[in-house]
């Protein structure tokens, strides 16, 4: 086993900077921008319960299991699921659960940077004023005339994926460590302000009942597969970011309380982000199920109306750019990570996969103006109408990012000799053990089936 010794300079300084590190890779567009929206376009209440459930009997477990293998590993996800098969005596094809992990977050790079270049246009609109009374009907418009721009589009992706490449290149520990322990809080302290505002438009108790009363009828099998997609998005797994992540992480930390930690944050700051949003939403007669423009249709009119609303908007959007690039950069470490292991320089696979994931992110760009007709996969009922962005988000968080989770669960509670996970999990192994064994593969074949039916 390559295990570093814990006072390795290779690794995280601390408990609290993998914390933060992981926190900033889970804090993301996901909770901000995705979260609010899935949630409306899935009728509320009760989809936010399955999420949750999600999250904890599926999502916390899964984020043990890959912070655990991570460190076994000590390895990008390929190099880590390549060494520890080999140690636990298993078929060497496991490797296979890496490149599925490191594709994943490389097609999901390619969107986020996109979506993230959003963040850009509106701090400077916030910056210019120009949010200072503006209608739901204007805000709704400035939206879609971004949309509408591939030039904007296309400058703000480069930017954003220039950004996560630069700290990729140099390294991620060094410039993550500073701006996640500052930011992260900053982030948090914004969306309560928010959230304190929205308790004034007098539509706070119809967006509490609409996020936490489930409406059972509501769902469907597929909202329950976006669930529990989002619950893998949200907290950056079955993509190798937790696993890469995972292999800086000095021995003597607890994986188990270090990863409830991260999952109740990362829940936080999605509650938070939906008590902030729907209340505008009810308060404006905007539609709750609007799609992924939510978050920047309803927040500039809220901002126009509060009180030092140009500064509190600049400042939520940098915090999401913010919040956005220390996702990003952690997406991209699956693939820098094992890139470097085979050799290449930090700064060539950087510069390599941020390239690459630059050139499929126009197709996404383009998917939203020019392409918005082209919808490829109409042959499958299920993939009806959707468009290339539609599809990369779907793939990855519906299928992809579920059936690698699934494996990890095979590997780590069938595969792996359980005196092994239990050196790294301490007294957590006893509870955690049967839930991986049994209740994750069963909860994530029984989505499956239902989905497939
Ligand atoms: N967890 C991030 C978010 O919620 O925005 C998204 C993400 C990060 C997904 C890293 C996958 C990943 F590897
Ligand atoms: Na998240």
Redesign the pocket.
Known sequence: MSQRPATSPALWSSRFVFIMAAVG???????IW?FPYITGENGGGAFVLVYLACIAIIGLPLMMSEVMLGRRGGKSPIGTMAAVAATEGRSKSWVGVGVLATL??FL?LSF?SVIAGWTMPYIVSAMSGGFNNISADHSGELFGQLLASPGQLLLWHSVFMGLTVLVSAGGVRHGLERAVTKLMPALFVLLLILVGYATTTGHFGQAVSFLFKPDFSALTAESILIALGHAF?????A???MMAYGAYLPKNVSIARTAVVVAVM?TGVALLAGLAIFPIVFAHGLAAGEGPGLIFVTLPVAFGQMPGGSFFASLFFVLLLF??WT??I??LE?LVSYLNEKGVGRVTAAIGGGVAAWLVGITTLLSLNVWSDVTPLDMFSRFEGKTLFDLYDYVTANIMMPIVALLIAVFVGWKMKPAHSASELGGWHKLWFPVVRYLTPVALLIVFYFNLK
């Open positions: 890779s889970a804090v993301g567009l996901g909770n995705k994943a977050a999901i986020y998005f949200t907290l950056s797994l993509s190798g970011a990362d919040a956005a996702s990003s952690s997406m699956s």
